[in-house]
């Protein structure tokens, strides 16, 4: 055992002549908050899609708290406890949020009870749209909405893919002090561009430029290295 919750070595990705992933080795300890950062087409969500089997690759190895996951489905990773959000909303849009977070539940293989999803709805404050159809929610809404699919499920492991991407200042602001208490009880994989996020949240950061790991380490150093700030930074939002 490697004592490691997330053990990610040598992923290799493949698009026709494009390499999306370079052999790229990712360790992440239980209860800890691992940022991903670097800029677009880096490579990041073909890492989140092969980790959690949404791609296949024939080449590396994935370890989730101790057992083989590479190139599963992604319905038997889900059930292992490795689970994810999208950096384009995925819910339900022609069902109710009450239907949405039904099928969470269906899905679960050791759901949250009721009392427990009442809480985790009331401390997302979606309650309030409980009956809408979920295509009918703002963004923000929607991307918490899908944060509490993942939720009921009692994820080990959670990889958020750009949570607050196309959200407002406000909005923003309330979801790093959602994720700032999820950090508290759980392990997550944060994919961001909003370096605030970064800063706020991650206690260690790796960055991805054209599929290679550039450099690795606390937020405070990372964000500070001439490298990521030549390579990346120089253009991000941060
Ligand atoms: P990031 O999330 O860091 O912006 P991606 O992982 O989406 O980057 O993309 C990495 C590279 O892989 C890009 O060159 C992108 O065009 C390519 N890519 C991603 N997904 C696919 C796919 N399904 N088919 C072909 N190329 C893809
Ligand atoms: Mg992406």
Do not use: C
């Not at 944060?147 to 994820?155: E, K, T």
């Not at 290679?212 to 964000?223: C, F, Q, S, T, V």
Request: no cysteine.
């Amino acid at each position: 055992m490697s004592g490691y919750l997330l053990e990610a070595t040598g992923i290799t990705k493949r698009f026709g002549g494009v390499v999306a992933l370079k052999g790229i080795d990712v360790r992440q300890q239980a209860g800890e908050t691992l940022g991903m950062i670097g800029p677009n087409g880096s490579g990041k969500t073909t890492f989140v899609n092969v980790i959690t089997g949404h791609l296949k690759t024939n080449r590396g190895d994935v370890r989730f708290d101790g057992n083989p996951i590479l190139n599963r489905k992604p319905s038997q990773i889900a059930n292992t406890g490795l689970t994810r959000t999208y950096q384009a909303v995925r819910v339900f849009g022609k069902l109710s949020v009450r239907e949405n977070v039904a099928i969470a539940l269906v899905d679960a293989r050791d759901p949250l009870d009721a009392d427990a999803v009442a809480e985790t709805v009331d401390w997302l404050a979606i309650g309030h749209r409980w009956e809408a159809e979920a295509g009918s929610l703002t963004l923000d809404e929607q991307r918490r909405l899908e944060l509490l699919m993942r939720l009921v499920q009692r994820p080990k492991l959670l990889m958020l893919d750009e949570p607050v991407g196309g959200l407002s200042a406000t909005e923003v602001r309330a979801m790093i002090r959602l994720l700032a208490e999820l950090k508290a009880r759980s392990s997550i994989f944060l994919i961001e561009h909003t370096m605030k996020v970064i800063r706020e949240l991650a206690d260690r950061v790796v960055v991805l430029i054209a599929g290679e790991k550039l450099a690795e380490g606390p937020p405070r150093e990372i964000l500070a290295d001439q490298r990521v700030i030549d390579q990346y930074l120089g253009s991000a939002d941060a």
